[in-house]
């Protein structure tokens, strides 16, 4: 049974924490996934830290009553349960749109936070949709959210990726509550204008974990201080693809946040 904790708003929230030792790594899932999809990260890290997952509010096993599907929001949630277990000092983990959502968690947690790792989120910060540009990403969502879910998040994997996986993780995320997805979506595409700023705020150490086939600009994550490792043979989930090569990438990058490298 999770454990719950309770956001700003007085949504519950599930969540649970393995293992011991400081810094907490806190690992957040991205858009219509739950704490489920880092369960291959939590035994193998909890031997070295302890490690936290969290529902997002509208995800999983956390209430949904909010009508604010914000990344501020999201990001009070995941301070909620780090203020709920006391944590003195956190590595924020976020995947996909946790990336976006961890940036807000920070400014409520500083100076608690060593650093930030993003998984798969940004290839470049430089060159970013409108707002009209998002609109029209989203209208086919609006349309048929469940079809074009699972188109979109079918394309996500590399075509190497295993078949059971991918109809499953397709599958999982098309049957979000589309009211919620959608505002979530929306609010993610979006944000992205507003991550150079934040970045330049926080002034805090980031890096991402990025899959090859995203054709990652390093000169340009860099120039907004973003350190990237790039994973070879991998799509949009590395911690589902290749579990093993992802924790030994994560626990060396805690570690190098950890000694403030």
């Known amino acids: 049974m999770p454990r719950l904790a309770m956001s700003p708003d007085g949504t519950r929230l599930a969540y649970e924490v393995h293992g011991s030792g400081s810094p907490a790594l806190v690992l957040v899932h991205g858009w219509c996934c739950h704490r489920g999809y880092w369960k291959d990260q939590v035994a193998p890290l909890a031997a070295r830290a302890a490690v936290v997952t969290v529902d997002l509010a509208g995800h999983g096993e956390s209430g949904a009553t909010r009508r604010d599907w914000s990344l501020a929001a999201f990001g009070a949630d995941v301070a909620s349960v780090v203020d709920e277990l006391g944590l003195e000092k956190v590595v ?7 990336a976006d959502v961890i940036l807000h968690a920070a400014r409520r947690l500083e100076p608690r936070v060593l650093g930030l790792i993003w998984v798969d989120e940004y290839s470049q910060l430089s060159r970013l949709r409108s707002e009209s540009q998002v609109r029209e990403r989203v209208a086919p969502f609006r349309a048929d959210f469940v ?7 079918r394309g996500l994997f590399p075509p190497s990726a295993e078949p059971s996986l991918v109809e499953r993780v397709a599958t999982g995320m098309a049957s979000a509550p589309p009211s919620i997805a959608l505002a979530a979506l929306e609010a993610t595409w979006n944000h992205a204008r507003d991550v150079p ?14 899959a090859q086939s ?8 860099r120039r907004h201080g973003v350190d990237v490792v790039v994973m070879p043979e991998v799509g949009h989930f590395p911690m589902l693809e290749r579990p093993d090569e992802f924790n030994a990438c994560l626990s060396n990058i805690h570690e190098r946040l950890s000694r403030g490298a």
């Not at 934040?198 to 991402?208: F, N, R, S, T, Y």
């Not at 995203?214 to 994550?221: A, F, H, K, P």
């Open 147 to 153: 079809r074009a879910t699972r188109t979109f998040v």
């Open 214 to 221: 995203s054709g990652t600009d390093v000169e340009d994550m």
């Open 197 to 210: 700023s934040l970045l330049a705020e926080l002034g805090l150490p980031v890096i991402a974990i990025n």
């Open 92 to 98: 924020l983990v976020g995947h996909s749109m946790g």
